[in-house]
């Protein structure tokens, strides 16, 4: 009888295996129908974020929609797209056109992810208003405008049954301050308390609205500031990882993806 243990444990342990295999499938089919058929518009998909948050959401059936700022960037777009856009959100008119265009396509709009974003280097003291008032233009003032014109839409998708979202990454700057970085740090956190009020406002509507919070990213995002100098960080997270983190999280029904959940 002694001998018959090892080979039940064996049994036993290739059906837990065969098991999980099961579960594991059944996770990655269920995340597959969730997304399947679903429309999604990916602000900033040329970025190394953006573009990978739009490939992870077609991979798992969506329909996505991307934008770049100008003809030239959008070679940057994933190939598989949908749709490719131009947006440049420092243009009144470029926002105001996009979002007709999206409220007038008969298709439903089920997602409007915002990855773009813009940053710059300097102390409070040695920024200048025009340069404070251009990261709260591309960071905050901007995308909310297009969210605010396209929730009509959102929330038909929410009457369909569709489960829409919003989502920010107003990063871990929105949650803690750092030095030389005020102006910055500002427009996240603007877009931050935004996003929290509008949440509120959309509950009864159920649209969901998501924040994401990642930490020093390693998408060359620093070494393009618009002003001012990097200082050096250390190194970052990797975007994948990030990007993983976030549309886990959209797939999971989460609202706030802290700071912490993307250290692990």
């Not at 999980?20 to 969730?34: I, K, L, N, P």
């Not at 999604?40 to 929609?65: E, T």
């Not at 190939?79 to 105001?96: I, Y």
């Not at 089920?110 to 025009?130: L, W, Y």
Request: aromatic residues 4%.
């Amino acid at each position: 009888m002694g001998a018959l243990c090892p080979g039940l444990l064996c049994i036993a342990g290739e059906m837990a295996v065969a098991i999980g295999s099961v579960d594991s499938w059944v996770s990655r089919y269920s995340a597959v129908m969730q997304m399947s058929e679903k429309n999604f518009v990916v602000v900033g998909a040329n970025g190394v974020l953006g573009g990978l948050i739009a490939r992870d959401l077609m991979l798992r059936g969506a329909h996505v929609a991307g934008t770049a700022r100008t003809n030239e960037s959008a070679a940057q777009l994933p190939s598989t797209l949908t749709q490719s856009l131009l947006l440049d959100l420092e243009d009144p008119a470029s926002v105001q056109t996009l979002a007709t265009y999206l409220v007038d396509r008969p298709e439903p709009l089920d997602g409007v992810i915002n990855a773009a974003g813009i940053v710059g280097f300097g102390t409070a003291e040695a920024t200048t208003a025009d340069n404070a008032a251009r990261l709260m233009t591309v960071n905050h003032l901007a995308p909310a405008e297009l969210v605010s014109r396209l929730l009509p839409r959102l929330s038909e998708s929410a009457g369909a049954g569709r489960e829409p979202i919003i989502m920010g990454i107003t990063g871990i700057v929105s949650e803690q301050a750092f030095a030389g970085m005020a102006a910055y740090v500002a427009s996240k956190t603007a877009h931050a308390a935004w996003l929290r009020a509008l949440a509120l406002e959309l509950r009864r509507n159920k649209v969901r609205v998501l924040d994401a919070h990642p930490g020093h990213t390693e998408t060359g995002l620093a070494s393009r500031a618009v002003f001012g100098q990097a200082p050096a960080f250390p190194t970052g997270m990797t975007p994948e990882h990030v990007a993983q983190v976030i549309v886990a999280g959209i797939v999971a029904d989460e609202t706030d993806l802290a700071s912490e959940k993307f250290n692990s």
